[in-house]
């Protein structure tokens, strides 16, 4: 899966999912510094799905209405970078592909999920 792992994301994570065969950009690398705005329209661009641990994001989304492919927020802390990793790889077990469209909560001992609101283009 292709995945936009934002600033916030702890190198670890990135360097985990990496291993695990995943397609990581890392704003960290890439384009530090960037506003939210334009992390949700390289996700977008890029078709990825968004990791984050910045809870703005839901506001942009659901209130303000910018597409983004997925988004899965990390709400395990980065001090413990073992048991993100293998939450995140959990979750992309269970959702697999249908991560894209959702809103995934990853938590230590659960996932919460909610369909994001698409745009429609008028066709």
């Known amino acids: 899966m292709l995945w936009l792992a934002d600033e916030c994301i702890a190198a670890p994570l990135v360097e ?9 950009l890392y704003v960290g690398e890439a384009a ?3 506003s939210d705005h334009d992390v949700i329209a390289l996700a977008t661009y890029e078709r990825r799905l968004l990791l984050t641990e910045d809870k703005d994001f839901g506001d ?11 988004i899965v927020l990390m ?9 993100q990793a293998l939450r995140v790889v959990a979750a992309i077990q269970q ?3 249908r991560l894209f469209g959702q809103y995934v909560v990853v938590e230590e001992a659960r996932f919460r999920a909610r369909p994001l609101w698409t745009v429609s283009s008028g066709t």
């Not at 709400?75 to 048991?83: C, F, I, K, T, W």
């Open 60 to 70: 942009l989304v659901f209130r303000r209405a910018h597409p983004v492919p997925g």
């Open 32 to 34: 530090a510094g960037i």
């Open 75 to 83: 709400r395990v802390g980065s001090e413990n970078a073992q048991l």
């Open 95 to 97: 959702y697999g592909e």
């Open 16 to 24: 985990a999912l990496r291993r695990e065969g995943e397609d990581v």
